[in-house]
């Protein structure tokens, strides 16, 4: 039998004597625990605001709850799993009870990876771990290689993105229980998948987080961020705080088998030690996993190039990769030629398109227009694989008032054609679920709060949308969809039965080809670019010893002269390529020239 756990200094642990059970909460003197419904018993209080009970009154399937001093039963904030949500008892968990299967699993190289992003609940009809198993042997033929889980952690209620979680351990119980998790990973593994979590350490979700109640260190007024106060990773007793996160990511890798993790919105998290905490977790993680690559992945929007930089053997010091938005920004906006928000800085500015296909960021410390200030550093000397490229997401899609994905915002010339571009450019391709397929269907955003909590989701989604000219009319709002409402998140699943299998087979032809290109594609490095016409470009990246990669594209839907000739063996065509330097509306061409 092979098993795994990861050790934790908090939590409920099982022990040679017992459970061990441990609790963070420095604001209490006195913390007991109610174990099975039984009567409450004193826990010891340790140094630094722990405190820990050993008893041999607990065992796998015990349900606890800590009771703090005025009478509140709490839930464990590292549980491992949460039956009753977030307001019920923890349960005790054995992580050695499951026998893992994937002993010759050591995983895939990152430059080499093809992700594909998937949101459980809407995955599939039944939405659980187990239902998702039944669509692997999909995802291998199409050609994706690594699957990356919107954020799981327990949120309230029975629908949610994921980005509300509160107990960061504990897999939703709408999907099902750790070993049916652990059962998806290991049927991913036996086809050669790798499986990515997202993750969150920003912030804690609106509903269920009892951690300000006897914990309120955890927090700090000192930072600020778009969900409240700051999560204290640098002032007195923070210790404990970064503990909570790094041993987060370390128990979903070595519990739970995740080749990685993608970690949301960094640029959120605030830390003025000496040591920032993404660097403490990237260095722990890289120090302690070291029997099979482990891939980290960021969210950034202040592009920061340094977080992502190589050693000298060309491994990732610290991240493998981070969402590229500035190539989602250059192909949606000239896809659809939309101009709101911040895609105003990217439509129609050829040198952005140009620059983020060539060396990864758009912006490399300019002027942001839309932030007022500059962003990013540059991005030039780091090899393409550092940069994780998509034409949808979940955000993008998502964060739309009514969801719509690209295919229902421009021709399907265009949207093959900025497919075409991400698909075999040497940066790590992301599709999101059902594009491959051309679902219609919205991805929209849901969540499952109750009384005043959903009303004010339900009246901020709408204000959010008030600034924009189409739903300044009052009435214009109110067709937004509910967020709270059930038919919103049903509205968003995917429906397999109306998959368009052309579409299939024209994704899989082009991952089947950067199969077949791929030493290329993972031995290129940063890239040049020529500005050819508004919207049109020729990219050039550098291969080996002397080879070349080379992407002519049109993204415009009017016929533009003066492309050059491809650099050898063409391998991709998508519209009309002329030989005179002529190409049509929506044309791309790649090409390969050997050493």
Do not use: C
Not at 104 to 128: D, K
Not at 529 to 545: D, H, K, L, M, N
């Amino acid at each position: 039998m092979t098993t795994s756990a990861h050790a934790m200094p908090h939590g409920a642990e099982l022990h040679e004597n017992g459970v061990r059970f441990r609790l963070w909460a420095p604001g209490e003197t006195r913390v007991s625990i109610e174990i099975d419904g039984r009567e409450a018993v004193h826990m010891a209080r340790q140094p630094d605001g722990w405190h820990e009970l050993i008893t041999i009154g607990a065992h796998p399937g015990s349900l606890y709850r800590f009771v703090v001093s005025n009478g509140l039963r709490v839930p464990d904030p590292a549980s491992r799993f949460q039956p009753q949500d977030v307001h019920g008892p923890s349960e005790v968990i054995d992580p050695a009870a499951y026998d893992w299967q994937d002993n010759g699993w050591r995983g895939r190289p990152w430059p080499e990876a093809v992700v594909y992003e998937i949101h459980v609940g809407a995955f599939t009809p039944e939405g659980t771990f187990r239902a998702a198993i039944d669509k692997l042997d999909h995802l291998v033929r199409l050609g994706v290689t690594a699957v990356e889980i919107m954020p799981i952690s327990d949120f309230p209620g029975a629908r949610n993105w994921g980005y509300d979680g509160v107990m960061p351990y504990a897999p939703d119980s709408a999907y099902g229980r750790p070993e049916d998790l652990k059962a998806l990973v290991d049927a991913a593994h036996a086809r050669g998948i790798s499986v990515l979590l997202d993750v969150v350490y920003n912030h804690f979700g609106p509903d269920g987080n009892y951690l300000p109640v006897y914990a309120p260190l955890f927090f700090t007024d000192r930072h600020k961020s778009p969900w409240g106060a700051g999560i204290n990773f640098d002032g007195d007793a923070s210790r404990p705080v970064r503990d909570f996160v790094v041993h987060n990511a370390l128990y979903w890798i070595e519990e739970f088998h995740l080749d990685g993790l993608r970690l949301d919105a960094v640029h959120a998290i605030q830390d003025d030690s000496d040591r920032h905490v993404l660097v403490e977790l990237a260095e722990t993680v890289r120090a302690l996993v070291t029997d099979r690559p482990v891939h980290l992945i960021l969210e950034n929007e202040d592009n920061r190039a340094s977080l992502l930089d190589r050693d000298d053997q060309g491994r990732a010091a610290l991240y493998s990769a981070q969402w590229n938005d500035d190539v989602h920004h250059v192909l949606h906006t000239a896809a659809t030629g939309e101009s709101v928000a911040y895609y105003e800085a990217y439509v129609g500015d050829t040198e952005l398109l140009g620059r983020s296909l060539a060396e990864g960021f758009a912006f490399q410390g300019q002027m942001m227009p839309y932030s007022g200030k500059p962003r990013g550093e540059a991005s030039g000397g780091l090899p393409p694989s550092a940069f994780v490229a998509f034409s949808q997401n979940h955000d993008q899609i998502g964060n739309r008032a009514f969801g719509q994905r690209l295919n229902a915002l421009a021709s399907a010339e265009a949207v093959r054609a900025v497919s075409a571009v991400y698909l075999l450019l040497p940066q790590v391709p992301m599709i999101f679920m059902g594009e491959e397929f051309g679902a219609r269907q919205p991805f929209l955003f849901f969540v499952d709060f109750e009384g005043e909590l959903a009303e004010k989701v339900r009246d901020g989604r709408r204000e959010e949308f008030s600034r924009f000219p189409e739903f300044s009319d009052p009435e214009k709002r109110e067709t937004i969809p509910d967020p709270v409402a059930e038919e919103t998140f049903l509205a968003s699943k995917l429906r397999w039965e109306e998959a368009d299998d052309a579409m299939i087979g024209w994704f899989t032809r082009a991952l089947g080809v950067r199969r077949e290109v791929g030493q290329a594609l993972r031995s290129a490095r940063s890239g040049e670019y020529r500005i050819v016409a508004p919207s049109a470009v020729e990219v050039q990246w550098p291969v080996g010893e002397a080879g070349w990669l080379r992407l002519q594209a049109n993204l415009s839907d009017v016929q533009v002269e003066g492309f050059g000739k491809p650099a050898g063996r063409v391998f991709w065509r998508e519209g009309e390529d002329g030989e005179g330097g002529a190409f049509g509306p929506w044309a791309v061409r790649w090409s390969q020239a050997e050493a």
